[in-house]
């Protein structure tokens, strides 16, 4: 089932409000024609106005003049015009569905403004149901692009009412419609990577600062893609690949990671602690000063330095220093603790 109405390129000369004024226009026309022409008061004027366009075929107040005649001859045909195009409005709107998608659209339009820090998703192929699945989960908003109304139909029919803008994401408009102004991230996993170059340039633009992760399915668009703005660059099949090969040479420390990953079946989880989230109370300090252990249970399992050099199991004498970050591991519990203590709260 598509969403979108396939005839939409007549929706300018289709229009609800159009049909109702043209209605009354051709009413008050009759009425006061009538009124007019054949000096009828009020009621009569009201009578002989909808008899014609009713075509009951009632009789007439008094035997009309001869511009009486023709005027009624051009309200009858005036009237089969009105009616005609409100049939027509009626069809497109309701028969065929247009009415419900533009209700639907501006009820998710009005969402889509509320939302601030959500993430953009253009594109749900192969990877978009887990994606999906890993936002609801963790109860993070998001905003779907995609171009494929049947696409987001079996999605909404899989995880229920969905935020979905049904366009084509390499168009600016779009990306502004999903609120890029306001968004945190943008995952771009377009089936083709001149669309994934051309999504993360106009969303670089867009927002410096937003976070911007793209598919690639070649190696030389790697290089493009970050040329043109994305912080990450993903190739699933040669992560797909490495896994199967490191599951033959080592299987067990595979499947502990993929163990931690699976949400579904673990407790256990990750957490990244930015400088720039710390409390001040924790800037600049070390490891050991800032007793995240102690204090949470959790575990600093790799640090981040300010160009991008990861460090794996941090000496506890490591800063938090601007523009760094650590990767900490622990369960639900522990997590939850490291939130309250170490990330500050940010005012809405």
């Known amino acids: 089932m598509k969403l979108k109405p396939s005839n939409i390129v007549y929706n300018n000369y289709l229009d609800i409000r159009l049909a109702i004024i043209v209605f009354i226009g051709t009413l008050l026309i009759g009425f006061v024609g009538f009124k007019t022409l054949e000096d009828l008061n009020w009621i009569d004027a009201l009578y002989m106005t909808v008899i014609t366009f009713s075509t009951v075929g009632f009789g007439t107040v008094h035997t009309l003049s001869q511009s009486g005649k023709l005027f009624t001859v051009g309200i009858i045909l005036l009237n089969i015009a009105?009616?005609?195009?409100?049939?027509?409005?009626?069809?497109?709107?309701?028969?065929e569905g247009n009415y419900f998608y533009k209700m639907k659209t501006k009820i998710i339009n009005k969402k889509i403004s509320k939302l601030s820090n959500h993430i953009i998703v253009c594109g749900m192929g192969r990877y978009g149901e887990e994606?999906?699945?890993?936002?609801?989960?963790?109860?993070?908003?998001?905003?779907?692009?995609?171009?494929?109304?049947?696409?987001?139909?079996?999605?909404?029919?899989?995880?229920?009412?969905?935020?979905?803008?049904?366009?084509?994401?390499?168009?600016?408009?779009?990306?502004m419609n999903a609120g890029i102004e306001r968004a945190s991230a943008l995952?771009?996993?377009?089936?083709?990577?001149?669309?994934?170059?051309?999504?993360v340039l106009s969303a670089r633009q867009l927002?410096?600062?937003?976070?911007?992760?793209?598919?690639?399915?070649?190696?030389?668009?790697?290089?493009?893609?970050?040329?043109?703005?994305?912080?990450?660059?993903?190739?699933?099949?040669?992560?797909?690949g490495f896994y199967m090969a490191t599951l033959v040479s080592k299987p067990d420390a595979v499947e502990f990671f993929g163990f931690i990953a699976n949400d579904y079946n673990s407790d256990?989880?990750?957490?990244?602690?930015?400088?720039?989230?710390?409390?001040?109370?924790?800037?600049?300090?070390?490891?050991?000063?800032?007793?995240?252990?102690?204090?949470?249970?959790?575990?600093?399992?790799g640090f981040k330095d300010p160009n991008?050099?990861?460090?794996?199991?941090?000496?506890?004498?490591?800063?938090?220093?601007?523009?760094?970050?650590?990767?900490?591991?622990?369960?639900?519990?522990?997590?939850?603790?490291?939130?309250?203590?170490?990330i500050e709260k940010k005012e809405n």
Do not use: C, W
Request: hydrophobic share 40%; net charge negative.
């Open 207 to 240: 927002n410096p600062k937003i976070k911007i992760i793209s598919r690639a399915y070649e190696d030389k668009s790697i290089r493009k893609l970050k040329l043109a703005g994305a912080n990450h660059v993903i190739m699933p099949e040669h992560i797909g």
């Open 268 to 301: 256990i989880g990750f957490e990244e602690i930015t400088y720039d989230s710390l409390p001040d109370l924790y800037k600049d300090k070390t490891i050991k000063e800032s007793t995240i252990r102690m204090k949470t249970g959790a575990n600093i399992i």
């Open 308 to 342: 991008g050099t990861y460090t794996a199991n941090p000496d506890p004498d490591t800063k938090f220093i601007k523009g760094s970050s650590f990767i900490v591991i622990g369960n639900k519990t522990q997590l939850t603790k490291l939130t309250e203590y170490f």
């Open 131 to 175: 994606i999906i699945r890993h936002f609801i989960q963790h109860k993070m908003d998001f905003v779907i692009i995609d171009i494929s109304g049947e696409k987001i139909t079996e999605l909404e029919e899989q995880f229920g009412s969905l935020i979905f803008i049904e366009e084509d994401a390499t168009h600016d408009d779009v990306l």
């Open 82 to 95: 009105s009616f005609a195009y409100a049939l027509s409005v009626f069809s497109y709107y309701f028969i």
């Open 187 to 199: 995952i771009s996993a377009l089936p083709d990577d001149s669309d994934n170059v051309f999504i």
